[in-house]
């Protein structure tokens, strides 16, 4: 296994705080990882600070706003760009897939995450535990890069058990190898 497919927490120095969990794998070219929302667990200031350190050119947030004020991030995208971050809002309910509106988005982010790790990049992709929504997204850039599915899905799992929860979230993330 190389080194960038395990799953660390973000800033090895601060690892004896409960901290953020970032996990990452290769995928196209870059690195593609998933994380829970930041301040999900109360140190949202903390949990900034790890994404900034890892140095995403991307994050992707499948959670909702009111995940987001739940959490104590109300401005968790202008808080991610003056990290000189590109963010995107793609909201997905809890256990969902993306909704009409989202999915009709899902093609240009798809394209941006896509570019990014081409050109060895880094994209983090978060939801609100780090698992299915956040999973599902990752699976599918997965494939869309040209990985086969199950292989896609062993690897992610490798550094994320949780990945992906639900069947219509693994249907969703498999229909890239058609739109890819």
């Known amino acids: 296994m190389r080194s960038e497919e395990t799953s660390e927490p973000a800033a090895p120095d601060e690892a004896a705080q409960a901290g953020l969990t970032i ?40 959670t909702t706003e009111a995940e987001h004020v739940a959490a104590g991030a109300p401005r968790l995208g202008i808080d991610i760009q003056s990290m000189a971050s590109r ?63 199950a292989q896609a899905l062993a690897r992610l799992r490798s550094v994320r058990p949780c990945a992906v929860e639900t069947e219509a979230q693994m249907d969703w993330a498999c229909a890239g190898q058609v739109a890819g």
Do not use: N
Request: net charge positive; aromatic share 6%.
């Open 23 to 62: 996990h990452a794998l290769s995928a196209g070219g870059g690195i593609l990882a998933l994380c829970r929302l930041p301040g999900a667990e109360g140190d949202y200031r903390g949990d900034l600070i790890q994404i900034y350190q890892w140095k995403p050119g991307l994050v992707l947030s499948m």
């Open 87 to 149: 963010w995107l809002h793609l909201p997905v309910p809890d256990f969902g897939t993306p909704p009409p509106a989202v999915a009709a988005k899902w093609p240009a982010a798809s394209r941006s995450a896509r570019q990014a790790l081409g050109g060895g990049g880094r994209v983090l992709v978060h939801c609100r535990g780090g698992c299915g929504r956040s999973g599902m997204a990752v699976l599918r850039l997965m494939i869309e890069c040209g990985e086969d599915p």
